[in-house]
């Protein structure tokens, strides 16, 4: 019990509201030092974090973690927490692109944080999975995939795929996105993504878990 008092003293909020869980992995990748792709990312998740802690909805719900994988296989680099606690460092890219690896690891913690949650009693929307990349996977991500694409049809989970760059290697994020769709996004269009990102989870907060569904204008 007292580890569990820690824990929410630490990184909750406010444990009356429903709780949206998102997720963003990011590559960090040496390539994706080229053409500034970083940095796209690094500012685009800053107007993220803004936009939720100024919104007083997605503020009290946004259950936010960053994992990123490159050189160091896949790397929490800020832990579930409510977005006002984030605390966000640029990511500075290193190594190859362990995809598989990040993707497993990203899945695990979303299981665990939702399990803590409803331990807890508190209510939960789907989780959101974001995962974002230059290029393909140093592994076979097959397994992976299969398992994503399954918890998509058991509504236990959605996702989003950006390619950032000229999209000429997104077969690998094509088999972990919804439908096979993945974006490929500039500096603007990833600004924009994590904005409406931020106002969606605002509005999804508005509702009620058990009710939630397309009805609510949420495409992520």
């Not at 977005?83 to 500075?92: G, L, N, Y």
């Not at 299969?146 to 998509?152: A, F, P, R």
């Amino acid at each position: 019990m007292t580890q569990l008092m820690n824990i929410l003293e630490s990184d909750i909020v406010s444990t009356n509201a429903p709780q949206l869980m998102v997720c963003i992995l990011i590559d960090a990748s040496y390539s994706m030092m080229d053409n500034r792709k970083i940095d796209m990312v690094n500012d685009g998740i800053r107007a993220f974090l803004r936009s939720g802690r100024e919104d007083i909805y997605a503020r009290d719900s946004l259950d936010v973690c960053f994992i990123t994988f490159g050189d160091h296989g896949a790397e929490v680099i800020q832990d579930f927490a409510n977005v006002q606690k984030v605390k966000f460092a640029d990511i500075v890219p290193s190594g190859g692109t362990p995809l598989k690896t990040a993707v497993e690891f990203a899945v695990k913690k979303i299981s665990d944080r939702r399990e803590f949650w409803r331990e807890i009693g508190i209510s939960v929307f789907h989780p959101w999975l974001i995962i974002i990349s230059d290029g393909k996977s140093d592994e076979d991500i097959t397994e992976p995939a299969m398992v994503i694409q399954q918890m998509y049809r058991d509504h236990k989970l959605k996702g989003k795929c950006i390619g950032v760059g000229d999209g000429s290697e997104t077969e690998d994020l094509k088999r972990l996105a919804p439908n096979g769709v993945v974006e490929t996004m500039n500096a603007m269009e990833i600004t924009n993504f994590f904005t409406m990102l931020s106002r969606s989870a605002a509005a999804m907060s508005m509702s009620a878990p058990d009710a939630e569904d397309d009805s609510y204008g949420i495409k992520i």
